[in-house]
């Protein structure tokens, strides 16, 4: 059936202290429906934001009639179980969102115990043991996070008359819904202006490390090979044509993995000393985003044959080849 009908885009955009600059996102208006892509934080600052967008359009919450979601991270789901509570409505989301979003006791350990034994593999100590002990207290310290609501997993390759398509790395359960006609992109947090977006470690459902760099460069690429015209991002300036800032990243994440390269060479060997030297005073600050930084980048050397690895009482070393 050919799409001629237009969608109408009204963004909401939140402010935020935090590097992030905004938390966006986006009311989509079709025929009958209005769909609410993204569901922000779970605050008032977000809630106002979409009461404004909602009002100053002659929308209310009522309106709504249906929530998709581009991944489960806390920043583009907040809102859900509010506005479900008010007006039950259906959320659609990646079926890789479920478990994370419904917290599920089962996965939420396997995921603990994959972080445990991968800061051990990568020699981390004190550090990691201290971050695992704070994922452990978030399993109860975290728990109105969880979604009440039910949600449906999205299947196929079109949802209520988008494009869906995945974009792995920066979260397994990333996908992003593309208006085809106009070219217009919901790329979650693939993509965004001001600040390179992060392919967090996670485990996959069996508790298997996947390879969120590899991943990542590639949703990079199949985006760029999109030649979108519109780019609607999670966080920030909504981007006119992005092709050359998705180069730029790509080239950027190249340079890194050639300077991880370069000091494997000279002999730092885990993946914790390695960190150390990288990121310096930020490898404490900010522990387990420097980790998944450097582990997606020792995963990509190794998955294009430039490093080997060693497993010496628990702890793997790596080399050049
Ligand atoms: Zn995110």
């Not at 100053?56 to 809102?79: K, P």
């Not at 599920?104 to 593999?121: A, G, S």
């Not at 997993?153 to 979260?171: C, R, S, Y």
């Not at 730029?248 to 494997?264: G, P, T, V």
Request: net charge neutral; with cysteine.
């Amino acid at each position: 059936m050919k799409n001629n009908k237009k969608f109408k885009i009204y963004p909401i955009i939140a402010p935020s202290a935090l590097s992030l600059k905004s938390i966006n996102f986006y009311l989509v208006k079709r025929d009958e429906s209005l769909t609410l892509v993204d569901a922000g934080m779970n605050d008032d600052v977000c809630w106002n934001a979409l009461q404004q967008t909602l009002k100053e359009n002659g929308f209310t919450v009522g309106d709504i009639t249906g929530i998709l979601l581009t991944h489960h991270h806390g920043d583009h789901i907040g809102l859900v179980n509010r506005i479900t509570e008010l007006h039950p409505i259906p959320v659609y989301a990646h079926s890789k969102s479920v478990p994370r979003l419904k917290r599920e006791p089962d996965f939420l350990n396997m995921r603990i115990e994959f972080y445990k034994q991968l800061y051990l593999e990568m020699g981390c100590g004190k550090l990691g043991d201290k971050q695992v002990a704070y994922l452990f207290n978030a399993v109860d310290n975290n728990k109105d996070q969880k979604l009440n609501c039910d949600i449906i997993a999205i299947t196929g390759k079109q949802w209520l008359n988008f494009d869906v398509i995945e974009f792995p790395g920066h979260a397994p359960d990333q996908i992003a819904f593309l208006d085809r006609k106009e070219k217009r992109l919901f790329s979650g947090d693939l993509l965004i202006e001001h600040i390179s977006s992060n392919a967090l470690i996670e485990p996959d459902e069996n508790g298997n490390r996947m390879l969120t760099l590899v991943d990542h460069i590639d949703s990079l690429k199949r985006c760029l090979a999109l030649q979108v015209n519109l780019l609607l991002p999670g966080h920030g300036n909504i981007m006119k044509q992005p092709g050359p800032l998705i180069e730029k990243r790509l080239n950027s994440i190249e340079r890194k993995s050639q300077k991880i390269l370069s000091l494997i060479e000279s002999g730092i060997s885990t993946g914790n000393e390695l960190a150390k030297e990288l990121y310096k005073q930020k490898y404490i600050s900010e522990f387990p985003l420097v980790m998944s930084e450097i582990i997606g980048h020792l995963d990509y050397l190794e998955y294009q044959g430039k490093v080997k690895k060693q497993l010496i009482e628990y702890v793997v070393y790596y080399q050049t080849k």
